[in-house]
């Protein structure tokens, strides 16, 4: 498994579903659970920038998969530069799964959002938001900061985008971890058109 997110997700719904199918009662509701995913994946995503006012200037374009890049050996997401204190909006509708402080990330951010993709957001100076709020794009989540490994660096917010569900097609054999960009997702896919 891939991140603590994915790990969480795949046990809560094989659970589920094991659930389902051991109570006499609720066997014949074994498939709802898959329906639900299957809704899940048909929801639009209608991505937009994460930090309020930026424009595809404030990140490198390669940023992602960046390599050599310390414990984490390549750099699974974009930083996107803004001053300390600007409002972390959310790149997508969605709710949020946890709110965390400490660690390399810092004050950090997990959003649930469409196709069952999971946004992170990290090194922030305040989180303004709580575990199972729902947001709509563009709401306001917390501020740009320098918390976690980003301490004594520009404040960024470093925004990653993990998938539960592999992209067998986005595996690639000359990258470094390159099977990792299976779980990984480019932000730059959706946010640079
Ligand atoms: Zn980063």
Redesign the pocket.
């Known amino acids: 498994m891939i991140t603590n997110t994915t790990k969480r997700f795949w046990i809560t719904l094989l659970t589920s579903i094991a659930f389902l199918v051991r109570n006499r009662a609720y066997r014949k509701w074994f498939w709802l659970p898959l329906v639900v995913v299957g809704i899940g994946f048909l929801i639009p995503q209608n991505m937009i920038i994460p930090v309020a006012g930026a424009t595809i200037k404030n990140w490198d374009d390669h940023?992602f998969w960046a390599y050599p890049?310390g414990t984490s050996i390549t750099?699974?997401?974009?930083?996107i530069f803004a001053e300390k204190g600007t409002s972390v909006i959310a790149a997508t509708k969605g709710i949020v799964v946890y709110t965390h402080k400490g660690g390399k990330g810092g004050k950090s951010v997990m959003i649930l959002g469409p196709k069952w993709r999971f946004h992170y957001y990290?090194?922030l100076d305040e989180i303004d938001t709580f575990p199972l709020a729902p947001v709509a794009a563009g709401s306001v989540i917390g501020t740009v900061g320098d918390t976690g490994n980003?301490k004594g660096k520009p404040p960024?917010l470093?925004?990653?985008i993990t998938t539960p569900f592999p992209y067998i097609n986005l595996r690639d054999d000359t990258a470094v971890q390159g099977w990792k960009k299976m779980y990984y997702l480019d932000p730059d896919t959706w946010l640079r058109q």
């Open positions: 940023s890049w750099h699974k997401g974009i930083d990290a090194h980003a960024h470093h925004y990653a």
